[in-house]
């Protein structure tokens, strides 16, 4: 009991500065998740606390690794293994809209799940 106490106790004193160094949008950003819209095709994406992700694109699914750090959330993936780091806006919460430049896919749109 003593121990799975003390675990716990150590998982949310190394969770909690990640959180901590993030934006409110991202905050929302990967606990929401998002549908990202680019050349006019969705794509969902589910982000985990472990800094794993996954999504679909057109029925192609496929994971990768997230940080953030401040404004911006950096992420690779299986169909993208180069890191990118996208700056994202303050002050948005779910349900909310917005545009980014992603260095790889341009001016993308952004849906923050509800």
Known sequence: MIRNLVLAAAVTL???????????????????GVVLTTQ?????????????????AMGTV??????????????????????TCTTYPEGKGAGDSFEVTNPTL????VKINE
């Open 14 to 32: 190394v969770a909690a500065p990640a959180m901590a160094d993030m934006s409110d949008t991202l905050a929302a950003v990967t606990t929401k």
């Open 40 to 56: 006019g095709y969705g794509i969902a994406i589910t982000y985990a606390e472990d800094g794993t992700y996954s999504g679909d």
């Open 62 to 83: 496929f994971t990768g690794k997230w940080r953030a750090e401040g404004d911006e959330l950096c992420t690779s993936s299986s169909m993208s293994p180069t890191e």
């Open 106 to 109: 341009g001016k993308v749109a």
